[in-house]
């Protein structure tokens, strides 16, 4: 079961900015919303790295991170350049939830969060996640007031180049035993 997910967006090169999180949260998985510019795979070696050191540190079986540690790249407007293995978006299932991931500008986020809502609901999920204002978001939201449609839509804002008065920011998402999840704004 992954307990915790390091949820980043909008490095745009600055990918120091995501080592420092990872070193200071030592995620299960990690979920990099767009604009990376640069090689996924150096961060993916950083998680690695990070998961051997928390491992090694005596944790119990149950508290120890697998290897390799799980993670989703989104390709960003930026992201022209980059190696293959971006996605546009993502769809999967995690601890009895359905995640969306997208950087968000084809849904058009920047106006308003409806396409993104819509297109999380037709693919059955419940936890939306984009990127691309470098702005925090947190919300719930529920298709003409339907509970069983609820999306819970995050944004981590930008990790390195901040906009609206925000800082330098990342999520972590917790998870329990449950499947019950607590998400948290963290700033760098």
Request: hydrophobic share 35%.
């Amino acid at each position: 079961m992954i307990r915790k997910i390091l949820i980043v967006s909008d490095s745009h090169g600055k990918t120091a900015n995501v080592k420092i999180a990872i070193d200071r949260e030592y995620p299960d998985m990690l979920i990099h919303l767009g604009d990376i510019e640069d090689d996924p795979d150096i961060v993916c070696d950083w998680l690695n790295e990070a998961a051997r050191v928390w491992n090694a540190s005596g944790k119990t079986d149950s508290e120890r991170i697998g290897l390799p540690v799980p993670a989703v790249f989104i390709q960003g407007n930026c992201d022209r350049y980059s190696k293959d293995g971006l996605r546009k978006s993502a769809v999967f299932d995690l601890n009895d939830h359905r995640f969306f991931c997208t950087h968000g500008h084809v849904q058009g986020v920047s106006y308003d969060l409806n396409n993104l809502m819509y297109t999380a609901m037709e693919n059955d999920c419940d936890i939306a996640m984009y990127g691309h204002t470098h702005i925090p978001f947190d919300d719930e939201f529920s298709a003409f007031g339907d509970v069983a449609s609820s999306v819970r839509i995050l944004n981590p804002g930008s990790i390195s180049l901040p906009r609206g008065g925000s800082n330098k920011s990342y999520m972590i998402m917790t998870f329990d035993d449950n499947g019950d999840y607590e998400v948290e704004l963290k700033g760098l």
